[in-house]
């Protein structure tokens, strides 16, 4: 199933949250099976003669892809949350929104220094939530394969800010 087919079935949905804001749906693909398991094989293609040691799941559409991804490699998988849903020591980075700013933690315990991972989620937008997570990563001494996205909103310029790291998406608007 080519990618074109996997964008027909991606809902667009205008004026949510906000007007103004053309939301694309995901969930109209996650429920057509074999969509969703081409959608998965698609985000991890790009990655497969790699070493990759674990897959870093985003908070909170990224763990839809990351999971199956890591089961599929046969490595772990690490959460990226948002502030205060880590029950152990984290390390957290803050960063900015629209309005305003979020945070983001990750055990830190998660990674070892020196293993290789792909980071994972739905969408890359602006780039700030995936930075944040490239960021946490960095700091526990991983080296980053690649990033891994279903959709990217290229007009809005997200892959700028993630400086000369190999991401790939599979569905581009």
Do not use: C, W
Not at 45 to 73: H, K
Not at 78 to 87: A, E, I, M, W
Not at 152 to 168: H, I, N, P, Q, T
């Amino acid at each position: 199933m080519p990618a074109e087919d996997l964008r027909a079935r991606i809902r667009e949905v205008p004026d949510f949250p906000k007007p103004g804001i053309l939301f694309y749906d995901i969930t109209t693909l996650l429920k057509d099976g074999p969509a969703f398991r081409e959608a998965v094989s698609l985000m991890l293609d790009p990655y497969r003669g790699e070493r990759i040691d674990l897959v870093v799941g985003m908070e909170s559409r990224g763990f839809i892809f990351s999971a199956p991804m890591a089961y599929e490699l046969g490595v772990g998988l690490v959460p990226v949350r948002k502030l205060g849903k880590l029950p152990h020591e984290t390390l957290s980075v803050e960063y900015a929104l629209e309005y305003g700013s979020n945070t983001l933690e990750i055990h830190k315990d998660a990674i070892a220094p020196g293993q290789r991972v792909l980071i994972v989620d739905d969408l890359l937008a602006t780039g700030g939530t995936v930075r944040g997570t490239v960021d946490l990563v960095q700091r526990l001494g991983a080296e980053i394969v690649g990033l891994s996205f279903l959709v990217e909103l290229a007009f809005l310029k997200g892959r700028e800010r993630l400086d000369g790291l190999a991401v790939s998406s599979v569905i581009e608007y």
